[in-house]
């Protein structure tokens, strides 16, 4: 729309300017015509009276003169007179132009000296007059010289009629055009393409029955809606063929999964049920510069997991609104449809104060929760009001569930992650009919370290209001086991795995999470030029490395910053040659522990880089900002290694989508024993991150792959993604929530 209104606006200002240059032609043209015209008419007017004034000069009957000024003096146009003698004296004079002696003398000298008729516009008595003098003279010589003084006003006036007429036609001509253009634009252009994005819509969200939107269509738009069409109709054929497939597909739970596969899997598994998933964090993050409003996916791997899946079942997801333009963009329910480019689901936003973010969110899960289950060197800390906080928003949490499964049948609950353990036991106290599952994304620790924490039991207890409680890995769920069996009273099953409390039972597995595959951006990175990437960065090197973090202590940055030292200084052929990207996202800053591993990280790029940097390189580029999927997805493919050293990880789906990134079946990757994903990517070099010589002898070996070396392990993991991709891992909890 702005694109029409600038166009009209460019239209009206060339038309603006066009009158412009023909009312300032016309205007010049009338002041010439009226200015002649008045000069004529002064001549002859001033060569009558002179015929009466001439002779009483000559015979000085100045009286006479003066009576007969007098006379003269503001009839119609004739503003005055004066008679001058050949000395510049007044002899008589209109009372008019007393006041200006010295601009009509000049005119009348002027006149005398030449010897024939002087005249001149000039401003008198705050009007402008035309003032015409021509010489008297005796037998002989000039003896005076007689002056005129006419009103030239109505020029004036005549010139601003014609500028206030052409204004105001201009005026009108452009309400006109401009109309008539929005009405042509509107009804011709604007309202056929309104009808062709919502059909395209519709087409692309997969309406593709009898009632989606139709083409209305007009002479200049139908060559597109025929191509359009044709489009459609084989889009319907395709896609009826893949859910076939699909069907076929359905009970081979090995064999490969994708989208289709997955909505035809929930349509046939889960019927008319809807999937209700909640978390702390949001897919869509909303954020307000100046006027304009945008939005990014935070650095999340719970979010690169379920965003795939949401847009697969649709339903709703509810979570945090944590943007500072994100309650600009719901509605009065507090809802939105997402994604923003094309919606499939409903985002549905809790508001929490600061009071209960810092509380809940960044004392009680983060600097407690966190820390306790990642056993990673870092103290937790348990705080009573943390503790109030953290229920009470998981209360507000199940409270919103609540309103909104209340009129669904048996709907299906999926809660993610730590922050929200105490929401299953709410919501299935208050909704026994509710399938309810509970994911828990990290690590859970073995009971002797779990115990540190103050609230365990509550925490337990409300994890097993749950129908299915799933892990990351089986030695997570013995763990949770283990714990269990130590801390509350209940009934174990060892052989099912499963939980009795209360008389409620929860299924404990593991579903090892995973990703979208293939790459989502691979058609968008299909033209991705590395070499031009790379100079836009100013790295000139041979050799690239990547790691891609959040800014948190559990990830390893400081121990592979140390790793990369150690392998410079081991094998200094690579100095000058090898640069290693850190894409590192803030997160969790209001927390000190973070903000101190902040600056350490930066000290540390600042120190290995100052160690080693000349002729303008430095081995260590660090990136502190949030980057989109689509920018990482780049990074990845340009990396000749990426280094995934997490010192504790419930999975780490960096490792997985830096295989998925690379359909070039090259690269290398670089990876932590204790993460989740080590157990399934076999392929890659496994390291313990604490020992730094041996990250560095693989990075070494890794350089130096062959070809074929690096085809052949990147194949077995491209493989093990493809058959364990995020939709085989919705299909298996789904399936299992449902059968229990």
């Known amino acids: 729309m702005k694109q029409i209104f600038a166009a009209v606006f460019v239209i009206i200002i060339i038309i603006s300017l066009i009158v412009a240059a023909f009312t300032l032609t016309q205007v010049q043209q009338e002041d010439q015509g009226l200015k002649k015209g008045l000069e004529q008419r002064s001549i002859l007017l001033a060569e009558s009276l002179k015929e009466t004034v001439q002779p ?47 601009k009509t003398k000049k005119i009348a000298e002027d006149a005398m000296d030449a010897d024939t008729a002087n005249g001149d516009f000039v401003e008198l008595n705050n009007g402008k007059m035309y003032l015409l003098a021509i010489p008297l003279h005796d037998e002989k010589s000039v003896v005076g010289a007689l002056m005129i003084a006419q009103d030239a006003g109505y020029i004036d006036t005549r010139l601003n009629e014609i500028w206030r007429s052409n204004l105001l036609g201009l005026f009108i001509q452009a309400s006109l055009i401009s109309i008539t253009i929005l009405f042509i634009i509107r009804w011709l252009i604007i309202e ?63 064999s490969t999964w994708t989208e289709q596969r997955l909505k035809v899997f929930i349509k046939d598994v889960l019927k008319d049920r809807t999937i209700f998933m909640v978390s702390n964090r949001e897919p869509y993050i909303h ?151 509970i994911f828990w994304h990290i690590p859970w620790p073995n009971s002797e370290s779990f115990s540190v924490c103050p609230w365990k039991k509550e925490i337990i207890d409300g994890m097993l209001g749950a129908d299915l409680v799933g892990f990351q890995t089986q030695q997570h769920c013995n763990n949770f086991i283990e714990t269990v069996s130590r801390e509350i009273e209940s009934l174990l099953d060892f052989e099912q795995l499963t939980i009795t409390r209360n008389g409620h039972t929860s299924c404990i597995k593991p579903f090892p999470i995973s990703i979208a595959f293939p790459n989502r951006f691979k058609n968008k990175d299909d033209k991705f030029n590395s070499m031009k990437f790379l100079k836009s960065l100013n790295i000139k090197t041979k050799y690239i490395g990547v790691g891609v973090d959040r800014l948190d202590y559990t990830k390893g940055i400081l121990e592979r910053l140390k790793a990369i030292e150690i392998f410079l200084k081991r094998y200094p052929a690579y100095v000058g040659n090898f ?14 522990e973070y903000q101190r591993f902040t600056e350490a990280v930066e000290k540390e790029v600042e120190r290995v880089n100052n160690l080693f940097r000349k002729n303008g390189w430095k081995p260590i580029i660090l990136f502190k900002r949030h980057h989109t999927q689509e920018e990482i997805s780049r990074f990845y493919k340009l990396a000749n290694v990426c280094l995934v050293t997490s010192l504790h990880d419930g999975m780490n789906l960096v490792a997985k989508e830096f295989v998925a990134a690379r359909n070039d079946e090259k690269g290398v990757l670089i990876l932590s024993q204790f993460t989740g994903s080590s157990r399934e990517l076999k392929d890659a070099l496994i390291i313990n991150p604490y020992n730094g010589e041996q990250t560095a002898d693989a990075i070494k070996v890794a350089l130096e792959l062959s070809p074929l070396e690096q085809t052949k392990r990147m194949k077995k993991l491209r493989e093990v993604i493809k058959n364990y991709n995020v939709y085989r891992w919705s299909a298996e909890i789904l399936k299992t929530i449902t059968n229990l």
């Open 192 to 254: 056929p393409m309104r009808n062709l994005v919502k059909f395209l819509k519709s087409t692309r969200a997969e309406d593709l029955e009898e009632n989606s939107p139709s083409l209305l269509t007009n002479f200049f738009f139908r060559p597109l809606v025929k191509e359009i069409s044709s489009i459609r109709r084989k889009l319907i054929k395709a896609r009826f063929a893949a859910t076939e497939e699909a069907k076929l597909g359905l009970e081979k739970l090995n």
């Open 579 to 592: 640069t290693f990207i850190q894409i590192a996202a803030p997160s969790r800053s209001k927390i000190k």
């Open 287 to 437: 954020t307000k510069k100046g006027r304009n409003i945008n939005y990014y996916i935070p650095a999340s791997g719970m979010v690169t997991a379920i965003e795939p899946i949401m847009e697969a079942c649709g339903g709703m997801w509810i979570a945090q609104g944590s943007g500072d333009a994100d309650k600009l963009t719901v509605d009065e329910e507090d809802k939105l449809r997402v994604p923003p480019d094309e919606p499939k689901y409903t985002l549905k936003r809790v508001w929490l104060s600061e009071k209960e973010k810092a509380g809940y969110y960044y004392g009680f899960s983060n600097e407690g929760l966190w820390p306790l289950c990642h056993i990673a060197y870092t103290r937790p800390t348990f705080r009573k009001e943390d503790w109030e906080e953290y229920k009470n928003v998981n209360g507000k949490f199940a409270q919103n569930i609540l309103n909104e499964i209340k009129d669904y049948e048996r709907p299906i609950v999926l809660i993610q992650d730590f922050q929200l353990a105490l929401v299953p036991k709410m919501i299935k106290n208050s909704r026994p009919d509710a399938s309810v599952g």
């Open 56 to 102: 009483n000069f000559i015979n000085k009957s100045d009286q006479q003169l003066q009576n007969l000024v007098d006379k003269f003096e503001d009839k119609q146009r004739l503003a005055g007179m004066a008679i001058y003698d050949n000395k510049g004296g007044t002899i008589a004079t209109s009372s008019s132009l007393i006041t200006q002696v010295l």
